[in-house]
């Protein structure tokens, strides 16, 4: 009897074990992702890309459901994402609505990194608003700058952005950076938050406008050192986004 119930116990396990790395196997390859919002409830979706989905074929995008995208534009005071300015005129041209975005350094003054990304994306007619990028990079998450300190250089960017675009600018964060950083302020920006695990729920109770939910979906038309593509929604609907404020040269 022990012998048996030793070995049901090492099947146990080992069926456990193989079920687990099955599922493991599925998720890291994108087959099964952890989130997928509601189409009903959401049905606008987008994507954002940068130079590590390589050169796009803004087409074959468009017809996979994808409403809209934020390009990563530029990083720091002086970074230009390589492919920026071929994706930011293709996808124009292919009818989705496109907006870009910057990639915040800790370690640069705000008011020159809303100059490189001024320089670097002409504004036209219905075009998104800007995004900040405020997420951790290097040893960011275990040595965090002074919240006073990035505050600072965060409001001289986005008041930039704002003075050029006349548009208040779209602040992108990790739960994790917007507990840090945003949380209990700057209310009168739109949230654009990431949580590829679960619906993400922020620390003061506010409402988010843009969900990334994936970093692991597989799309077809591109084909960059990146097979994935990051996915996501807007809190709304279809009326709701097609109100949502773009960039209008008579105001």
């Known amino acids: 009897m022990k012998k048996k119930t030793v070995y049901f116990i090492v099947i146990g396990l080992c069926t456990v074990i193989l079920i687990g790395f099955l599922a493991f196997a599925l998720i890291w390859n994108g087959v099964i992702l952890l989130n997928n919002p509601s189409r009903t409830k959401y049905p606008v979706r987008g994507v954002d890309v940068s130079h590590y989905q390589g050169e796009i074929d803004w087409n074959v995008l468009a017809e996979q459901d994808v409403l809209f995208a934020f390009i990563k534009a530029t990083e720091g005071s002086t970074y230009i994402d390589e492919y920026f300015d071929y994706n930011y005129t293709s996808a124009k041209e292919s009818g989705i609505t496109v907006g870009a975005y910057h990639f915040f350094s ?37 040595n965090p700058p002074e919240r006073e300190t990035v505050s600072k250089e965060l409001n ?36 654009w938050i990431r949580n590829v695990i679960a619906k993400p729920k922020l620390p003061d109770g506010r409402e988010w406008t843009f969900w990334q939910y994936t970093n692991r979906e597989i799309l077809e038309g591109y084909s960059g050192e990146e097979r994935f593509i990051d996915i996501n929604v807007f809190c709304g609907s279809k009326d709701e986004f097609d109100n949502y404020p773009r960039y209008s040269e008579n105001e």
């Open 156 to 191: 001289d960017m986005l008041l930039a952005l704002e003075g050029y675009y006349g548009l208040k600018p779209i602040i992108y964060a990790t739960e994790a950076s917007y507990d840090l950083y945003l949380s209990g302020d700057y209310g009168e920006y739109d949230i």
């Open 106 to 142: 800790y370690d640069s003054k705000g008011i020159t990194q809303a100059e490189n990304f001024i320089a670097n994306v002409e504004p036209f007619e219905g075009m998104l608003p800007p995004v900040i990028d405020l997420e951790f990079y290097g040893d960011k998450a275990k």
